[in-house]
Nanobody, 125 residues
């Protein structure tokens, strides 16, 4: 049974920082990639960042480039999302997701096999 458990969400003022964690159990890192997505009320879920497990290559949505950093700790089976200079528009439920095989564009929700339950990020201006 594969489980992804997010943590680290919370409430922060604009300009502040948070670090989200995604602990993975029952899952090997022979996977293709791990990603963070977010969904704000009334909006579609969107890709935020991805890290490919072989080589650690990363990509980011344009809206978070230069502010967010995705990383992985294979020893702890954990993926992180460091979020700096947070803006009001970053407020959302954040989800981590895992994809077992290579596929289309990393932001394609349907290509992911496993999802966490989400962690809420609130940003006040």
């Amino acid at each position: 049974q594969v489980q992804l458990v997010e943590s680290g969400g919370g409430s922060v003022q604009a300009g502040g920082s948070l670090r989200l964690s995604c602990a993975v159990s029952g899952y090997t890192y022979s996977s293709d990639c791990m990603s963070w997505f977010r969904q704000a009320p009334g909006k579609e879920r969107e890709g935020v960042a991805v890290i490919y497990t072989n080589g650690g290559v990363t990509y980011y949505a344009d809206s978070v480039k230069g502010r967010f950093t995705i990383s992985q700790d294979n020893a702890k089976n954990t993926v992180y999302l460091q979020m700096n200079s947070l803006k009001a528009e970053d407020a959302a439920m954040y989800y981590c997701a895992a994809r077992e095989k290579g596929g289309p564009w990393w932001g394609s929700l349907a290509s992911y096999n496993y999802w966490g339950q989400g962690t809420q990020v609130t940003v006040s201006s």
